[in-house]
């Protein structure tokens, strides 16, 4: 493989195409939104430059992988020569649904088409195709520069090529891959979300506060972060869709989300992003301090 066309390059998609031409792939970078584009080269070039900072990169590096990455915003060009499709566009089933279906009409016949989903079928997305045996997951996690897991998830048709070829070009990123197959929130998202909703129930029920939550998961169970503020991270309305994806799939009521995670998302608390969830977020401090709600 060498060409590598990733779509959407929006926090994901500018992390699996900084890591890619990283490793000496060429990469297509496609996204509707220009503004998006230059959004990404820039956190790119930023992201290197941290990296040639603290030794890991040569200036060098830095300028080829920059070289290697060429921004685009008509997706039938970007994917003409592409060996793989690495999707990461905004996580929607019918949006994505759409974009699987026009790439495979665009894309020549031996592509594999891979899709970071955090939460929605492979096998759904496959069916949108003509040729699910070559439709996969790739699922970075965020920063992806950073983070060494690969979950690779096999849709239901998934061929065993396809699948071992994902799972030794991950190895070639620097990455570890982790082989699962596609039942609901995969393996990373089915453990992670509970558990975070869990904390949110502890919380709801007066069980003990923001930080004494998120106090003994790090400091007790060696969590870098706390499941909190990891749910603030995220964004809290991530966490229940994803937490509706599992509740839908299983129909298992230890699936339900906690109503205080429904309210918060309702009230448009939804964490980082929104400036305040678990714990309020001041533009410039870097000081982690509780929501005025739960003090
Ligand atoms: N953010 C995370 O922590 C995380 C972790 C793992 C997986 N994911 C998954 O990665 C995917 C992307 O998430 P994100 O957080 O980067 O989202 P994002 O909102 O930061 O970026 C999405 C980008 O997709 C673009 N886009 C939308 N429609 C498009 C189209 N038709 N063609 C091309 N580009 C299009 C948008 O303009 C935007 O730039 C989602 O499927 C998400 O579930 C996210």
Redesign the pocket.
Known sequence: MKNITV?????????IAHVFAQHGFEVTL????SA??D??LVTIGSNLDRQVKKGALSEADKEGTLRRIHPMTD?KSGVADADLIV??????VS??L??FT?LDLMAPAKTILA??????SITRIAAATRRPAQVIGM????PVPVMKLVEVIRGYATSDTVCESIMSLSRQLDKTPVEVNDYPGFVANRILMPMINEAIYALYEGVSGVEEIDTVMKLGMAHPMGPLQLAD???LD?CLSIMRVLQDGFGNPKYAPCPLLVNMVTAGKLGVKSGEGFYAYTPGSRDLVVAERFR
């Open positions: 779509i959407g390059g929006g926090t994901m998609g500018n992390g496609v996204d509707v939104a998006a584009l959004k990404a997706m999707e990461a566009a905004t996580e929607n949006l994505k759409k974009i026009d899709t970071n989903t955090s939460s929605i699922h970075f996690m965020n991270f995220i964004g991530v």
